[in-house]
């Protein structure tokens, strides 16, 4: 079994201790990347029960433009 010594540590890695590591990343990410989505959901639900969706594409438009305009 192969072990990576960590840089100021004398204790080594070892491939299941990368692994690990990985899988919490990836587990943080996910997690991050559901409450993103719920997050969105709400606010487009808020922007329909405020009946402004017209009016926020419209600005979310103009604002586009005059950021490509700079």
């Given amino acids: 079994m192969s ?3 960590a840089p100021g540590q004398n204790k080594s890695m070892t491939k299941h201790d990368i692994n690990r590591a ?6 943080a990410i996910q997690y ?4 993103i989505e719920t ?3 709400l ?3 808020f922007i329909d029960f ?3 969706r017209d009016k926020f594409k419209k600005y979310l438009d103009d604002k586009h ?3 490509k305009d700079k």
């Fill in 32 to 35: 991050l990347n559901t409450k």
């Fill in 22 to 27: 990985l899988n919490n990343q990836r587990d």
């Fill in 50 to 52: 405020m009946k402004k």
């Fill in 43 to 45: 606010f487009s639900e």
């Fill in 39 to 41: 997050i969105d959901g």
């Fill in 65 to 67: 433009k005059q950021q």
């Fill in 3 to 5: 072990r990576i010594i």
